[in-house]
T-cell receptor, first 111, second 109 residues
Framework: NAGVTQTPKFRVLKTGQSMTLLCAQD?????MYWYRQDPGMGLRLIHY???????AKGEVPDGYNVSRLKKQNFLLGLESAAPSQTSVYFC??????????FGPGTRLLVL | GIQVEQSPPDLILQEGANSTLRCNFS?????LQWFHQNPWGQLINLFY???GTKQNGRLSATTVATERYSLLYISSSQTTDSGVYFC???????????FGTGTKLQVIP
């Protein structure tokens, strides 16, 4: 099992560009999450999903959109990137309750 | 929202020493997790522990939900224990998780 994978690993964007981050899990987990981690801080929840076709806002949802068209995939979109969105993005998945399993992260730099 | 405070923020240990990391939270929670982020950035779940005590090798954790704190014990520390330890709580049971700011641990040989 690959666990949780994220694509891409690293990306540089110019202000105003758009991009989509892909998260995939092969553990048949119901719940999936997107977090961002900024220097010296813990992780902050952007959006999450409790099942295929559902999404919900987390702590810092502004500037991001998500979709969960398939159970195994959770996509995070930035429609118009801003320098404040420079961060490391982590995806995670879990059963309805319990341990969250994290992907390796995506480093995003917005110039 | 719920506040999660971790202490100490930084900790330096000699290899072989023991340590206790603390996580305080401001409201009742349905679940609590401890994570280790290694120097390469990978996040590994250590414990899912909404209450009680669990042990896994040299690590153990205790959560006293009624008093709103959790402790992570590391015994006989090794250099591979270095990294940042995060506590994460879910107050509502819907997995809307809030992370603390972490304890940065450095174990020196």
């Amino acid at each position: 099992n690959a666990g949780v994978t994220q694509t891409p690993k690293f990306r540089v964007l110019k202000t105003g560009q758009s991009m989509t981050l892909l998260c995939a899990q092969d553990m048949n987990h119901e719940y999936m999450y997107w977090y961002r981690q900024d220097p010296g801080m813990g992780l902050r929840l952007i959006h999450y999903s409790v099942g295929e076709g559902t999404t919900a806002k987390g702590e810092v949802p502004d500037g991001y959109n998500v979709s969960r068209l398939k159970k195994q995939n959770f996509l995070l979109g930035l429609e118009s990137a801003a320098p404040s969105q420079t961060s490391v993005y982590f995806c995670a998945s879990s059963y309805t309750k319990g341990t969250q399993y994290f992907g390796p992260g995506t480093r995003l730099l917005v110039l | 929202g719920i506040q999660v405070e971790q202490s100490p923020p930084d900790l330096i240990l000699q290899e072989g020493a023991n340590s206790t990391l603390r996580c305080n939270f401001s409201d009742s929670v349905n679940n609590l997790q401890w994570f280790h982020q290694n120097p390469w950035g990978q996040l590994i779940n250590l414990f899912y522990i909404p209450s009680g005590t669990k042990q896994n090798g040299r690590l153990s954790a205790t959560t006293v939900a009624t008093e709103r704190y959790s402790l992570l014990y590391i015994s006989s520390s090794q250099t591979t224990d270095s990294g940042v330890y995060f506590c994460a709580v879910d107050p509502g049971g819907y997995q809307k998780v809030t992370f603390g700011t972490g304890t940065k641990l450095q174990v020196i040989p």
